[in-house]
């Protein structure tokens, strides 16, 4: 796997690891997700302060040797939140058609409260905050990673459902993959 440089701290991590960017043809420095976008790229890790130190330190424009536009992090960071949500949403829907995810508040608990514990819970944003804090209490105490994304409304649609309140996936390679992409859009997002 190529390896590349992280333009703040100097870190050499495989590219998968890192964050790429290119610089738009007019200029605009561009969060590369997926990797693919054609030119030159530059690197970062995949954490705020990464992102902050190399805007801080221009060293979007040596490492693109472009004149850029002026960005504010903020925007940078707004790009990649939404990048981090297509992908962790095309995530859950490949796990739908693997059939690795259950849904629903009481399925979910009752999953938690077994000895086949899931990989992963999700549960949505406008959840109530008793059953919450009720789901997170079991996947804390079971040791099953707990993130919440994505609106009762959206959940459900990426499982071509209705309103859903709460997912859970298998353990495994996608459950793994999603994991990683949830971490990095807590970090993104300053959550802890
Ligand atoms: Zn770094």
Request: with cysteine; aromatic share 6%; glycine share 10%.
């Amino acid at each position: 796997m190529a390896e590349r440089t992280c333009l703040a701290c100097r870190k050499v991590l495989s590219k998968d690891a890192l964050l790429r960017y290119v610089a738009s043809p007019d200029g605009h420095l561009t969060v590369d997700y997926t990797g693919r976008l054609p030119g030159r790229g530059a690197y970062t890790c995949v954490t705020l302060d990464c992102l902050e130190t190399a805007l801080k330190k221009r060293a979007f424009g040596r490492a693109l040797k472009t004149e850029l536009q002026p960005v504010e992090l903020a925007e940078l960071t707004g790009q990649l939140k939404e990048a981090l949500e297509t992908k962790i949403a095309s995530l859950i829907g490949m796990g739908r058609k693997s059939q690795a995810v259950v849904s629903g508040t009481n399925e979910i608990q009752g999953r938690l409260g077994s000895r086949q514990l899931p990989g992963l819970v999700i549960v949505a944003t406008d959840l109530s905050a008793g059953l919450y804090e009720k789901i997170k209490g079991l996947a804390q105490q079971k040791e099953v990673p707990f993130y919440r994304m994505f609106s009762k409304d959206d959940l459900g649609r990426l499982l071509g459902k209705g309103l859903r309140s709460a997912l859970a996936f298998e353990p495994g390679g996608l459950t793994d993959r999603l994991i990683a992409e949830l971490v990095r859009y807590q970090t993104v997002s300053g959550e802890k």
